[in-house]
């Protein structure tokens, strides 16, 4: 259950696989963090438009309707200065010059779940 604690960093977790959606939610939930999650992008830009408080946008990049970078680039527009961490399964490419000064880092899957706490706090302090 999200907390109402103003302290807590809210993460947006956007990503369409459920099993690893699931799986890096509670992992961040365990850390301490709120998290709400979208299960496609279009989903996740609604969250953005909405007044929910979002910290930090963690994205897949590869998403069934519009993709992560569409995502980050919403954020970058609807919450300037909002930090992105962004993941793929796929061999990294240059990110589009409109994100790099919004994306933190583009995660390779499979990646460790216990150093994404300390990663999203990083963005959070970068």
Do not use: C, W
Request: no cysteine; hydrophobic share 45%.
């Amino acid at each position: 259950m999200p907390s109402a604690d103003t302290s807590i960093p809210h993460i947006l977790l956007v990503e369409d696989e459920a099993f690893l959606r699931e799986l890096v939610m509670e992992g961040l939930q365990d850390a301490g963090f709120n998290v709400v999650e979208a299960s496609d992008g279009n989903t996740g830009v609604q969250a953005l438009q909405s007044d929910l408080r979002i910290d930090v946008l963690l994205s897949d990049i590869k998403l069934p309707d519009i993709d992560g970078y569409q995502v980050a680039e919403a954020a970058r527009t609807l919450r300037p200065g909002m930090k992105v961490i962004l993941m793929t399964g796929y061999a990294p490419s240059p990110l589009p010059p409109a994100l790099q000064s919004v994306v933190y880092r583009v995660l390779q899957k499979p990646f460790s779940l216990e150093t994404l706490p300390g990663m999203v706090t990083a963005a959070l302090e970068a």
